[in-house]
């Protein structure tokens, strides 16, 4: 009874739901991807791959420009932080380029190592990786951070 149901139901789903034919298969016209087709959006747009180059092209310029071991300022989801950069290029994780940097506080997300694979060492929370334009290289020494003092409190 209970699968007649979920037959009946999903056949009633396609009866109502708009397609078009054509000569290969049927192309739905009330879904995410067709909305993107015809309003040429992501992959659908004619310069989407021109686009997609020049980003890389940047991304490949930013970390040319850094160097394991410079010190940084990175732009985070909780604010700006510095650190160290600890590894340029590529990653399983994802698609690009990607810069990986040791924090001075503990504000990171991993300890290097992300979904089994070991990019960098370092405390846990410390680690983080961000795309190349969140990185700024420069003169940015650690902050002093004094606990010991009650002035601020």
């Known amino acids: 009874v209970c699968l007649l149901f979920v037959f009946v139901t999903l056949l009633l789903l396609l009866l109502h739901m708009p397609f078009a034919k054509t000569d290969k298969h049927c192309i739905y016209l009330d879904t995410v991807r067709a909305f993107k087709e015809k309003m040429k959006m992501g992959r659908f747009?004619?310069?989407?791959e021109e686009k997609m180059a020049a980003k890389a092209q940047e991304e490949e310029e930013l970390i040319g420009a850094m160097?394991?071991?410079d010190r940084c300022e990175v732009s985070t989801a909780t604010g700006t932080h510095r650190g160290a950069v600890k590894y340029l290029g590529t990653t399983k994780f994802k698609d690009g380029k990607w810069v990986g940097v040791q924090l001075d506080e503990p504000f990171?997300?991993?300890n290097g190592t992300v979904k089994g694979e070991t990019y960098f060492?370092?405390?846990e929370k410390y680690?983080?990786?961000l795309k190349p334009k969140s990185v700024r290289v420069g003169d940015y020494?650690?902050?002093d951070i004094d606990l010991s003092s009650d002035d601020e409190l």
């Open 127 to 129: 680690g983080v990786f």
């Open 141 to 143: 020494p650690e902050e």
């Open 121 to 123: 060492v370092c405390p």
């Open 108 to 110: 990171g997300k991993n």
């Open 45 to 48: 747009n004619p310069d989407y």
């Open 67 to 69: 160097k394991v071991g």
